[in-house]
């Protein structure tokens, strides 16, 4: 898994790549907690994810409830079918903001 | 071709066995395997993703909650077609699971834990733990495709 991010303003954008499983979630929730400091905004691209199992989910939960407690907004997108799916039987999908593209996740536009 | 015979020409059904250690990072050899396992077997690419996620669950739950992120226990996986199905046990010796959590996390939950047993349980068309002995054993099976021959 390859993590790397860009600030544009206030908004934080983070890219995740390769395989997020248990051998790589304890890494992503550390890079995503840092990554939430000092931004209002902080929006993740899972583009390049190639595989996504519970244990990446769980990451993702633990990270959205840590950015309402420090009122940071969160958001994801550029979704793969394949993550997507899991998204699905996991029965998440709906606490998430789920956007297609950066620009429309970078605004917020039409959660 | 019926469904209960091989997906192979040969008639030979299929059978692999791992041994693997507790470790994660072997979690992707398998599930390299497992989809072009599925693929083989007629799974299309959703369904071969599916399958491979919840057997990857099946065995990040033994690594976890089994062997407590102890990279030193062995896990072993065997995938056989049987009649109509092509069967999963995973076995280890690690601690017995919490029946009492298996699958107890409220669906629509906003916890961040307990959704591996769920996605076993929605993916698989069987799945049942067993405890025997020291050893613990998950046996899951999902019903094969109608070969395109048979349909």
Sequence with gaps: MKTSSRDQGNVRIVAVEGDVDLSSSGDLRKFLFEALRGVRRLVINLGGIHYLDSSGIATLIEVLKESQKTKTEFALFAMSPAVHEVFRLTHVIKIFQVYETEEQAVGGAGA | ?151
């Design chain 2, 1 to 151: 071709m019926h469904s209960s015979e091989s997906r192979s020409r040969s008639g030979v059904r299929f059978k692999a066995e791992w041994r693997l250690p507790s470790d994660p990072i072997f979690l992707s050899v398998v599930r390299a395997a497992m989809e072009r396992l599925c693929a083989a077997l007629g799974w299309n690419e959703s369904e071969a993703r599916s399958i491979t996620l919840a057997v990857d669950e099946a065995l990040t739950n033994v690594i976890r909650h089994a062997y407590h992120k102890r990279a030193d226990g062995v896990i072993e996986l065997v995938c056989e077609e049987k009649e109509g199905v092509l069967e999963f046990l995973v076995s280890d010796t690690g601690d017995a699971p919490d029946l009492s959590k298996i699958c107890a996390r409220a669906k629509e939950s906003q916890a961040a834990g307990g959704m591996g047993t769920h996605i076993i349980r929605d993916v698989m068309d069987t799945a049942d733990y067993q405890r025997t002995g020291m050893a613990n054993r998950l046996v899951m099976t999902k019903r094969l495709r109608p070969s395109v021959e048979g349909k």
